[in-house]
C-alpha cells in the first residue's frame, strides 16, 4: 500500500518551454501532497504544500508563479515548470500524506534537464 | 528553525562490518523522526518512524532509535544491496495542528563492499 506514482520519469525540454509534472498516489486519498527539489548531491529541499481544492503554499524563495502547482483531486497533484531555464534543472519529487498517520510516501521522482 | 545534522557523509563497509548512522535535531515540537532510504535516481523509501524517546523499530538489519537529541540507525551485518544514502527527516509542531512538512538532512551515503 502507500504507493506514489509521477510521470514523466523524465523529460528534456527546451529553454523557454514548460513542463507539465504529474503525481499520483495511486491506493490512497492524500490530503496533502509535497512537491521536492534535489540538486546532485544534495538532499530534498521542500518548494511547496498543496491540499486539495485550495491553493499551493510555496516556500521562501521560490517562484510561484514559475512553479504552478495544481491539486485537483485526492489523488493527484501537477507541478508546471513555466518558461524553464537551464538552472531549473533538477530532480523533482513529490510525497503525498494521508490523514491517518504522519508518514509522507514518496514518488520515484522526474528528471529535468533544460537544454 | 528546525534543523538536521547527519553524519557521517559517507561511510564504507566491508559486508558483515556493522556501524550506525547519526542524526541530530534542534525542533520545536517533535512530531516525529523519520528515517528513508534513497538509491541513485530515485525517490526516498520509508524506513522508519520514531515518535518518542527511548522508542526503537527494526526492519531486516536495520534498527533505530531516538533519544531527546538524536537518532541512530544501527546497520547490523550489512550486505552490498544495503548499498545507498539514507535521509533523516524532522516533522515538528503539535499533534493534530498545523502542517506535516518535513525538514531533512544531508543524508550518509552507504557503501557496502563485499
Known amino acids: 500500500g502507500a504507493v506514489v506514482s509521477q510521470h514523466p520519469s523524465w523529460v528534456i525540454c527546451k529553454s523557454g518551454t514548460s513542463v507539465k509534472i504529474e503525481c499520483r498516489s495511486l491506493?490512497?486519498?492524500?490530503?496533502?501532497m509535497f512537491w521536492y527539489r534535489q540538486f546532485p548531491k544534495q538532499s530534498l529541499m521542500l518548494m511547496a504544500t498543496s491540499n486539495e481544492g485550495s491553493k499551493a503554499t510555496y516556500e521562501q524563495g521560490v517562484e510561484k508563479d514559475k512553479f504552478l502547482i495544481n491539486h485537483a483531486s485526492l489523488t493527484l497533484s501537477t507541478l508546471t515548470v513555466t518558461s524553464a531555464h537551464p538552472e531549473d534543472s533538477s530532480f523533482y519529487i513529490c510525497s503525498a500524506h494521508m490523514d491517518r498517520d504522519y508518514e509522507q510516501y514518496f514518488g520515484p521522482g522526474t528528471r529535468l534537464t533544460v537544454t | 528553525e528546525d534543523q538536521v545534522t547527519q553524519s557521517p557523509e559517507a561511510l564504507r563497509l566491508q559486508e558483515g562490518e556493522s556501524s550506525s548512522l547519526n542524526c541530530s535535531y534542534t525542533v520545536s515540537g517533535l512530531r516525529g523522526l523519520f528515517w528513508y532510504r534513497q538509491d541513485p535516481g530515485k525517490g526516498p523509501e520509508f524506513l522508519f518512524t520514531l515518535y518518542s524517546a527511548g522508542e526503537e523499530k527494526e526492519k531486516e538489519r536495520l534498527k533505530a532509535t531516538l533519544t531527546k537529541k538524536e537518532s541512530f540507525l544501527h546497520i547490523t551485518a550489512p550486505k552490498p544491496e544495503d548499498s545507498a544514502t539514507y535521509l533523516c527527516?524532522?516533522?515538528?509542531?503539535?499533534?493534530?495542528?498545523?502542517?506535516?512538512?518535513?525538514?531533512f538532512g544531508k543524508g550518509t551515503k552507504l557503501s557496502v563492499i563485499p
Open positions: 491506493d490512497f486519498q492524500a490530503t496533502t
Open positions: 527527516a524532522v516533522q515538528a509542531g503539535a499533534s493534530g495542528a498545523g502542517s506535516y512538512q518535513l525538514t
